[in-house]
């Protein structure tokens, strides 16, 4: 089954580069595909930023030490 994720990868990356004459230009597209799919597209469901900074940003949120005071 393909999900959403495999449909843009096909319709964004291997049927506009078709004919593909070897092997490793497809395995090198795909590298570039995959890096700018997570590290640089901005996402609009996240406010426009690229996924791995929301993700970066989510666990040093999540991460901060609680501070607690007592009186």
Not at 26 to 37: M, P, Q, R, S, V
Not at 46 to 65: A, L, R
Request: proline fraction near 8%.
């Amino acid at each position: 089954m393909l999900t959403p994720r495999h449909c843009l990868f096909k319709t964004e990356l291997i049927k506009p580069g078709r004919p593909w004459k070897t092997l490793s230009q497809i395995e090198l597209a795909t590298a570039e595909w995959i890096d700018w799919y997570c590290h640089r597209r901005l996402h609009g469901e996240i406010g426009h930023v690229p996924p791995v900074e929301y993700e970066t940003n989510h666990y040093m949120q999540s991460t901060k030490p609680q501070v607690t005071t007592t009186i």
